[in-house]
């Protein structure tokens, strides 16, 4: 099986993750994977049912967002993901969704502030909001960018649409898809009862500093 091939089936797999955490409704979102060492991305195609797709129809693009291969069109965000890939070299997956919680927290256009020790250890901080974009350009792909660049957080609520994330590969993508709706729900139920407490910047980076440096399993060096 080639490196190619072997992308869409962990590409097509991970979208059952989507569905299993509750992030989609219908065939809105995508994942995406950037092909190592290759100037390709594999992406889902748009439209397409969660229950339909197969690796074979996950479709293969240039990092123009051009059709590079597959016998179907590419999702409606192709452009935005391409943009990721082109101007983010360390980024392998990215992933949208419209998940319910946090596409609450873009619609008001707020960033989730850092009020709970999950959000330390995955995101470094708040959640930041992007600028409001139209879908099927280059726009959302640079609203990306530019709120990321240089922010710990691998992921953005971008203004009256929903979530992008970014990570090494296509599945830490789809973690912090994860993470980041829940510690959005948890942090507007906590707004019902009042005011969360913040959590000090120290502590924050230390929290940072030992989930991503020390917690689970290390491999022997």
Known sequence: MSVIDKLRQTVCGLHAELVRYGLVAWTAGNISGRVPDEELFVIKPSGVSYDELTPDSIVVCDLEGDLVAGDLAPSSDTAAHAYIYRHMPHVGGVVHTHSTY????AARGE??????????????GEIPVGPFALIGGDDIGKGVVETLTGH???????????????????????????MCEDVARTVHVARQLGE??????DDIDSLYDRYQNVYGQRSAR
């Open 102 to 105: 946090a596409s609450a927290w």
């Open 111 to 124: 960033a989730i502030p850092c009020v709970l020790t999950a959000m330390a250890d995955e995101f470094g």
């Open 152 to 178: 710990r957080s691998p992921a953005v609520l971008m203004r009256n649409h929903g979530v992008f994330t970014i990570g090494a590969s296509p599945k830490a993508a789809v973690k912090a898809a994860v």
């Open 196 to 201: 969360p407490l913040p959590i000090a910047r």
